[in-house]
C-alpha cells in the first residue's frame, strides 16, 4: 500500500462520445483511496456511463482514465485483467448470472482464481452471503428466484467476493427498505475501515449518502461540477445539491 | 504493490506480517499453505500484530489452520479479531450431499412425462387460439392487424432472398443429377416429369419448412423468450392487452398464411433452376419444358404442395410460441428453449410429411 494519499481513480480531460452525443465533455475527478465517493447528478447525466468509463466498457473520446495509477486503456491485457480483479462492481440491474444459482454466481468470480479449494471457496461463499444478511439455503435459489432487494444484495456479495480495494456501485440501496439501507451502509463502513476499501457510488438516496460517503461528485453538464467532502458540498448552492437536498426527504445534514 | 504475506516462526512464536489478502496471497499461495499445512504450528502462540490488512479470505485460511478454534495464544488488533470473528461464526460448511443419479428408466419415465406435458400445452395453446379468434370474429375491431401484416414482412417477404436462392440451387442439383441417369436410358424428356412431381410436391414445402423453421421459427421463440425473460409479456398482460391475441396469434396466422406463398415462390425457383440445367444438360428448350409440365403435373400436385405449405407454417409458428412461452427467466433456458424449438418443428415438418404422402398417395399421378 502506497499510503492513503495515492489516487485510485483518476480522469483527467475525460470525454464520452455515444452515438454523436457527449456524455461527458473535459470531466476530471480524482478519488483517493479510502475515500467513500457518492455520485450524484440529474437522471441521463451519465453517472452509470462514468462507472462503465472506470470499468474499461468505454472507450473515452479525449482524455484518460486511470486506475490505480495506470491507463486501463493502454495496458497489457494481462495487467487490465490483474487491474480488474481488483475491484468489483454491482450493476444496477445485478446483472447476476441467470443460468447459475446464487451460490455459483458468488463462487463464480473465486473459481476464475483457479488456486483455491472448493472447501475455502464454500466458506467465503457462505461468509459473503452472511455479510449480506441471507443464509447459506439461499445459495440453492436462481436468480429469477429472487426478490428485486436480494437481487441486489447477491450482487453485492458477489461484488465483494474478491475482496476488491475499489467498489463500484450503482444505486446499492434502490429497492433495499431504509433498515437494509441502513445495515448496508453500515456493513460497508466497516469493510472500509477494515480493509481501506476505496468506494465510488452513483446513489440517489439522501440517507445512505448521508451515512456512507465521505465526498460527495455531482454530475450536471457532462462534467463533475462539484466534488469535496460530504458537508461542504452539500451545504454548496448548486441548484442540483438544493434539489437533493430538498428531494422529500427530511434528513438534516 | 503492497507487501506479500509473510509468516516467520520467532522463538516459539507464530508471527504474522504484511498484507494477508486474497489478492496478496494469490501469487504465492502454494508457499504459504505449505508454510500452514502439516500441524508444525500447532500449539504456538500466534502474533498477528504486525498484519497491515487482513481480509476474509484470510481469516477464512487461518481458521482453517487453526482446525476452527481459537489459538491458546493469540495477539491481534481488534480490527483483524473481528474479520477473524465473522469467518469463525460461520458453521463449518456441511458437505453438500451429491444428488443419487438416476437410472435409464426413471430418466425414460421423465422424459416421456415431458412429452406429455408439452403435448398438453401444445394442445391449451391450440384451443387458446381457437376461442381467440371466436372472439376476433365478434369483436373485429381488435384484430392485431398491425402485428400480423409486421409478422407478414419478417416471416414472408424478408425469406424471399434465401428461398429463392437455395431452392434454385436445388433446382439445378437435381436436374443435372436426373440428367446424367437419364441420358443413360435415353429417357431425357422424363426430366419434366421429375422435376415437376418431386419438387411441386415433396421438395418445395419441405424445404421451405426447414428453411422457415430456422429462420422464423427460432425467432419467434427467442422474441417470446426474452419478453418472458424481461417481463415484457406480463407487462402486456398488466396493461389487460391479451397476450396470446397480440403476440401469439399473429405470428401463428402470419406464417400460416404466408408459408403456401413462399412454397409456391421457392417452387418456381426451382423449377426454373432445373429448366435451365435441362437446357445446358440435355438441351431442352423451356418452351418444350413448360409445355409438357402441364400434362406431366395435375394440378392436384400443386393443390398438395400448398396445403402442406399450409400446414406447415402453421405447426412451425405454433411450435415456436409453445415453446417461447415455456422459456424460464434466465439465458440458459432461452438457448435450450430455443433449439428444441427448431429440431421439434423441423422434425414434426418430416413426420407430417410422411403422413401426407400416405393419405395423398391417389392422388395427382399421372397416368402413362
Redesign the interface.
Known sequence: ?NGATSAVVEMRGLSTLIGDRYVHRDLDLRVMAGQIVGLIGGSGSGKTTLLRQILGLLRPAAGSVNLFGEDLAVAHPVAQRAML??LGMLFQGGAL???LPVFDNIAFPLRE?K??DD??I???V???L??VELE?GHGKL???ELSGGMVKRVALARALA??P?LLLLDEPTAGLDPDRSRSFADLLR?LQ????LTVIMVTHDLDTLARLATHVAVLAEQRIVEFGPLADVMAGDHPLVAAFRGGGQTKVL | M??SPRLQVESGRVVLSG?W???AL?PQ?REVEAQLAGGRLAGLPWDLSSV??????AA??LW?TWNESWPRDLVVSE??R??LE??A??AP?ATVAASPTSGPVVRLGYLVLALLDNLRALIILYGQMLLDLGHLVLHPSEIPWREIAANIYKAGAMALPVTALVGFLIGVTISYLSALQLRNFGADVFIVNILGISIIRELGPVLVAVLVAGRSGSAMTAQIGVMR?TEEIDALSAMGVSRSIRVVLPKLLALTAVMPLLVLWASAIALLGGMVSALLQLGIPFAYFVENLQRAVPVANLVIGLGKGLVFGFIIAWVACHFGLRV??????LSANTTTSVVTAITLVILVDAVFAIMTRNMGIPQL
Open positions: 500500500m480483479r481488483r448470472f441467470s443460468a482464481l488456486c483455491l472447501d475455502w464454500r466458506r467465503l457462505h461468509l459473503k452472511a455479510m447459506p436462481m436468480p429469477a474478491l475482496e480495494e466497516e475501515r477494515e480493509l481501506g | 503492497s507487501p498484507e489478502t486474497l489478492a494469490v499461495l497491515s490488512r487482513l481480509d476474509s479470505a477464512v485460511l482453517r480490527m483483524h473481528r474479520a465473522r469467518a461464526t460461520m460448511a425473460v424460464k427467466p434466465n439465458t440458459e433456458s
